[in-house]
C-alpha cells in the first residue's frame, strides 16, 4: 500500500476514474454551499472530503478559504488541480487520497464539506476533525426520492432525517428535506442538506 491507501481499491479508482474523465465541465458547487455561503467564515481551513471534480473546493477557495480536497481517483484530482491552476488558486491544495484508510486528523479543520459521498463510519471522524467553531456541510440522496438520480444500493442513500441523527452532538445550523410533500415540481428533491457547527469550547474566566 502507498501511504495514500489508493491501491487497496484498484476496482474503486478505476471506476471514479472513468466517469470523472469523462465528465466535461466543473460541476457548480453543491445546492447546500450555494444556499449557505453568508455561514462561511471569512478565513480558516477548508476540507472538499471526496471532492470529485471539486465545485464545492473552487468555490471555498474562490472565497480565500485556505482550502484541501481529497479523492480516491487520480484523475479527479488532477484535473481539478488544472482547474485551480487555471484560476491561479494558490490557496487550493489537491491530495488523491483513500479517506476510508486516511481520514482527516482531530482538530485540523475549520469547515469539512462532503456531497454526495456516504461513509457512515467516517462520520465520527470528520467531528473528531473540526475544530471548535468548525462547520460541516452536507448534502447527498436520500432514499425517498423523486428522480431516478444517484445510487441504486439503498444503503448508499440516507433514510428519513437520518442526517440530523449522524450529526446530533453538533448544534444544527441549516437542514432541509423535502421527500415528497407538496408539489414535487418544485423544490429541492431527492437529497437532505444540512450545516451543523462544532460547539465552541468556553474557558472559565479566571
Ligand atoms: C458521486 S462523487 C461526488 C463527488 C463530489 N463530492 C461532488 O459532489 O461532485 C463520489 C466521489 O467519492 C470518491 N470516493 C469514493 N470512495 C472514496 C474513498 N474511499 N476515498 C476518497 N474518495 C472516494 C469518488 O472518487 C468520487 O469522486
Known amino acids: 500500500m502507498n501511504s495514500s491507501g489508493v491501491d487497496e481499491k484498484p ?3 478505476n471506476k471514479w476514474d472513468k466517469r470523472h474523465a469523462d465528465a466535461e465541465k466543473i460541476p ?29 473546493a473552487l468555490a471555498l477557495a474562490r472565497r480565500g478559504l ?5 479523492d ?6 488532477e484535473r ?16 488523491v487520497r483513500d479517506v476510508e484508510n486516511l481520514p482527516p486528523q482531530p482538530n485540523r479543520f475549520d469547515l469539512i464539506i462532503v456531497s454526495y459521498y456516504l461513509e457512515r463510519s467516517l462520520i465520527p ?31 448508499y442513500r440516507l433514510d428519513d432525517n437520518e442526517l440530523l441523527r449522524l450529526f446530533s452532538s453538533l448544534k444544527l445550523r441549516f437542514y432541509r428535506e423535502e421527500r415528497l410533500l407538496g ?16 460547539p465552541p469550547v468556553h474557558r472559565p474566566a479566571a
Not at 80 to 95: G, I, K, Y
Not at 134 to 151: D, E, K, M
Request: glycine share 8%; aromatic share 4%; proline share 7%.
Open 11 to 13: 476496482a474503486l479508482r
Open 28 to 56: 457548480p458547487a453543491t445546492e447546500v454551499l450555494r444556499h449557505n455561503l453568508h455561514l462561511l467564515p471569512g478565513k480558516g481551513q477548508a476540507l472538499d472530503l471526496a471532492c470529485g471534480l471539486g465545485g464545492n
Open 66 to 70: 485556505e482550502v484541501s480536497a481529497w
Open 72 to 77: 480516491i481517483s487520480p484523475i479527479a484530482i
Open 80 to 95: 481539478l488541480r488544472q482547474f485551480a491552476a487555471e484560476e491561479a488558486l494558490a490557496n487550493l491544495s489537491t491530495e
Open 125 to 155: 471522524s470528520l467531528i473528531d476533525a473540526l475544530r471548535p467553531g468548525g462547520l460541516i456541510y452536507y448534502q447527498t440522496f436520500t432514499r425517498i426520492a423523486v428522480s431516478p438520480l444517484g445510487p441504486r444500493n439503498p444503503a
Open 183 to 198: 408539489d414535487v415540481s418544485q423544490g429541492i428533491r431527492d437529497v437532505a442538506m444540512l450545516v451543523a457547527e462544532k
